[in-house]
Every structure is written in structure tokens, then in C-alpha cells.
């Protein structure tokens, strides 16, 4: 149980493009799921967390205009990188919990490519 | 200040010898913690939680982990590492004072040696 599917696994775009992440808990829902961003042989870094039906909580230095994220679904979060940028490469991970005090439980990520 | 802190970024062991990977946190709140693995381009998979019953946790793969109180840790052990345990690890935290937020581990990489 606790799925949480994430997709696409991969893409590449052009800059000045954008691009929309999904991430889908499978069997159980989520009142809010959390946007990841993750450098190569770092941990992960909070970007926001999305609330359902309504806006999400940036965290501090991330760009809400560029990092678009929408929770419309109990079981469904996007997030859309918009008018991307190389700089804006990076691996995404999003997770969600099945309730308070419960495990997080995370996709398998996207890696995102701008050229 | 709360916070958790993974004090080797890379362990080396030999394939058939036991795996420590530590885990130390930082608060006067209880907590709430976690081990997962991360295998390269993939996301966070759970290897064990610790949410305030027995303090020696059984996790998948064979590993364990036990919350000791009085040192503030929770380190990650198995006897017998696998070729397959080669990965990064993370300890996550949730203290029972912050509600949602989790605090991350910088990770440690696990190489295991044939």
C-alpha cells in the first residue's frame, strides 16, 4: 500500500518551455503532498508544499511564479516548471503521507533536463 | 535548534560484513524517525520507522535500527551487507513539536566492496 506514482521519469525540453510534473497517490489520499528538488550527491531540498483545494506553501527562496503548483485532487499534485532555464535542471521527487505522524512516502522522481 | 545529522557522507564496506550508518538528532521534542534508501535516478524508498513503540525496529532487506534516547541516535545496521545495498540513505525526522515539517539528513553512500 502507499503508492505514490510520479511521472514522467524523465523529460527534456527547450528553454523557454514548460513543463508539468504529476504526482498521484495510487491508493490512499493526500490532503498534501511536498514538492522536492534534489543536486547531485545532495539530500533533498523542500520546495513547497501543496495543500489540496488550496494554495501552496513556498519555501523560502523558491520562485512560487516559476514553481507552479496545483493540488486539485485528493489525489493528484502538479508542479510546472515554467519558462524553464537550464539552471532549472535538476532531479524532482514529490511525497505524500497517509497521515499525521506517518511516513513519507515519495515518487521516483523526474529528471528534468533544459537545453 | 532541531536538527539531524548523518555523520559519515560515505561508508565503504566489504560484501558479507556488517553496515553502521549513523544517525543522530537534535531536539527536546520527541521524535518521530526514519530511514530510507535511494538507489541512483529513483525516488526515496522506506526502510524502517521509529514512532514511540519498540525502540529496536526491523526494517526490509534485513536492516534494523534502534532509537536510543540518552545518545540521541538512530543508526542503521545490518550484519551482512549485499552487493544490492549499494545506495544512498537518508535519516528523516519529524518532531512531534512541527507537525508536518521533516528534517532531512545530508545522506550517507553506502559502496559495497566484492
Known amino acids: 500500500g502507499a503508492v505514490v506514482s510520479q511521472h514522467p521519469s524523465r523529460v527534456i525540453c527547450k528553454s523557454g518551455t514548460s513543463v508539468k510534473i504529476e504526482c498521484r497517490s495510487l491508493?490512499?489520499?493526500?490532503?498534501?503532498m511536498f514538492w522536492y528538488r534534489q543536486f547531485p550527491k545532495q539530500s533533498l531540498m523542500l520546495m513547497a508544499t501543496?495543500?489540496?483545494?488550496?494554495?501552496?506553501?513556498?519555501e523560502q527562496g523558491v520562485e512560487k511564479d516559476k514553481f507552479l503548483i496545483n493540488h486539485a485532487s485528493l489525489t493528484l499534485s502538479t508542479l510546472t516548471v515554467t519558462s524553464a532555464h537550464p539552471e532549472d535542471s535538476s532531479f524532482y521527487i514529490c511525497?505524500?503521507?497517509?497521515?499525521?505522524?506517518?511516513?513519507?512516502?515519495f515518487g521516483n522522481g523526474t529528471r528534468l533536463t533544459v537545453t | 535548534a532541531q536538527s539531524v545529522t548523518q555523520l559519515d557522507s560515505h561508508v565503504s564496506v566489504s560484501e558479507g560484513t556488517p553496515v553502521l550508518l549513523r544517525c543522530n538528532y537534535s531536539?527536546?521534542?520527541?521524535?518521530?524517525l526514519f530511514w530510507y534508501v535511494q538507489h541512483p535516478n529513483k525516488g526515496l524508498q522506506l526502510l524502517l520507522k521509529?514512532?514511540?513503540?519498540?525502540?529496536l525496529v526491523k526494517g526490509i532487506n534485513g536492516f534494523e535500527a534502534e532509537f536510543k534516547k540518552s545518545e540521541t541516535s538512530f543508526h542503521l545496521t545490518k550484519p551482512s551487507a549485499h552487493m544490492s545495498d549499494a545506495a544512498e540513505y537518508f535519516c528523516?525526522?519529524?518532531?512531534?513539536?512541527?507537525?508536518?515539517?521533516?528534517?532531512f539528513g545530508t545522506g550517507t553512500s553506502l559502496t559495497v566492496i566484492p
Open positions: 511525497s505524500a503521507r497517509t497521515g499525521m505522524n506517518s511516513p513519507l512516502h
Open positions: 491508493d490512499f489520499q493526500a490532503t498534501t
Open positions: 501543496s495543500n489540496e483545494g488550496s494554495k501552496a506553501t513556498y
Open positions: 531536539s527536546s521534542y520527541s521524535p518521530s
Open positions: 521509529y514512532t514511540s513503540a519498540a525502540t
Open positions: 528523516v525526522v519529524i518532531f512531534r513539536n512541527t507537525g508536518n515539517q521533516f528534517y
